[in-house]
């Protein structure tokens, strides 16, 4: 079975993998919906764990299909298995935390694991055409998949033991999991006998991972978009609410302004022409995009809290959802703009400092005026990077 991506296919999104993007939508829903119904620290903790969980559950796949052609019949079929795995998270993350934590943990653990499993064996078997340099790249993908199975075996096996706790058992658990996972790559994935693989081991197509960062950006802010409509349908078609919903409409256009406008292709083509696309695809698209979803989710909660109540004073759940959704977006996108053009985004610096200058302010105005400045912040990051020339753009925001 020839599963490996021809040279003409590599940088190609397929249709299955846009199919396999839209359980995601549920998931990125569910979480926002857990974080509205939980905001305090420990329900912020919660749900974070959770996000990292379906983050890495979908990038891991996304690092996969960077290889592996979504068109053969054996990676269609893995991909539909994962679909109803990530289904699964997804549709129980409302009760992550009771009775269905082992449904999340024993559906994340099969995907993680069995997508691994199913890469190994797949790489054991040669092309009947297989060149000695096509065996010597398989050989050493499928060296780096061995390390990483073992990786996620332990990793898996701690959200397992969560899944089966419970209270803050459950919570120690997914989180060491958690700082396992998030530590791997750096690690190199680090195996006794093994050894590490570098950046330079993992040779993708970085068009097309850029495009599958691109649209779970999309996702995420096509969610916050369905909350601000949901939310705005069941309040009265009066001044207020009709205000802070046409605010709240343009701060997800901000921040797609953002991301898309310039940086989005200028990356594309930046780790498509690099000489170590693996370093810029894990710093980039595996870590710092996470910043990004978080923040566009947690903008989503602040637009869902001001279309409700839009007048009055702003508590602290307000203030903090409000402002802080967009300035970790601008945190996120300031690291990912570092990691693929070099340089500081002193735009992205500036709006991050005003966002917390903001805070004090939002202690007495109402929380749809708080909003308001919230996304006039951002979009006058868009219009200063408008302002520079775009040959530029690149290199200096």
Same mark, same amino acid.
Request: charged fraction near 10%.
């Given at each position: ?72 019949? /054996? ?57 000695? @340099? ?52 750096? $690690? ?11 950046? $330079? ?31 705005? /349908? ?16 343009? /701060? ?11 940086? $989005? ?9 690099? @000489? ?103 979009? /006058? ?17």
């Amino acid at each position: 079975m020839r599963v490996l991506r021809g040279a003409a296919g590599r940088g190609q999104v397929t249709f299955v993998e846009l199919f396999f993007d839209l359980i995601y939508v549920l998931g990125v829903t569910q979480l926002t919906h857990l974080l509205i119904t939980h905001l305090t620290p420990l329900g912020a903790l919660q749900t974070l764990l959770l996000l990292l969980a379906l983050w890495f559950a979908w990038v891991d796949t996304s690092w996969v299909t960077n290889w592996f052609d979504p068109n053969q019949l /054996g990676v269609r079929l893995m991909l539909v298995v994962l679909m109803l795995l990530s289904l699964i998270i997804s549709a129980s993350v409302p009760e992550a935390y009771g009775q269905r934590g082992i449904w999340v943990a024993g559906a994340y653990a099969a995907i993680q694991v069995g997508r691994n499993v199913f890469v190994v064996l797949a790489l054991g078997r040669a092309g009947a055409d297989e060149s000695p @340099e096509q065996r010597s790249q398989r050989l050493g993908l499928r060296l780096n998949f061995e390390r990483l199975l073992l990786w996620k075996s332990v990793s898996s096996a701690l959200w397992v033991a969560g899944g089966l706790s419970h209270g803050s058992v459950r919570l120690m658990f997914w989180a060491i999991a958690v700082v396992i996972e998030y530590c791997g790559a750096a $690690a190199g994935f680090y195996v006794p006998r093994l050894g590490r693989s570098t950046p $330079a081991d993992w040779h993708i197509s970085g068009r097309h991972l850029a495009e599958r960062g691109q649209l779970f950006i999309l996702i995420a802010l096509g969610e916050s978009i369905l909350i601000t409509g949901t939310v705005f /349908g069941e309040r009265p078609a009066v001044a207020p609410h009709l205000l802070a919903f046409v605010v709240s409409f343009l /701060g997800s256009v901000a921040l797609w302004w953002l991301y898309f406008d310039r940086s $989005a292709e200028a990356a594309s083509a930046v780790i498509d022409q690099s @000489e170590d696309p693996g370093r810029i695809g894990r710093s980039a698209f595996t870590y710092f995009q996470l910043p990004m979803v978080a923040g566009i989710i947690v903008a989503a909660v602040g637009d869902e809290l001001v279309i409700a109540h839009p007048d009055g004073h702003s508590g602290w759940a307000t203030i903090v959802t409000v402002l802080g959704g967009p300035a970790l977006f601008l945190a996120g996108h300031a690291l990912f703009k570092h990691s693929v053009f070099g340089g500081v985004s002193k735009p992205r610096v500036v709006a991050f400092a005003v966002l917390a200058a903001l805070v004090p302010v939002g202690l007495v105005v109402p929380p749809l005026v708080l909003s308001l400045l919230a996304t006039l912040v951002v979009a /006058g990051v868009g219009v200063w990077d408008s302002l520079l020339p775009a040959h530029h753009a690149p290199a200096t925001t």
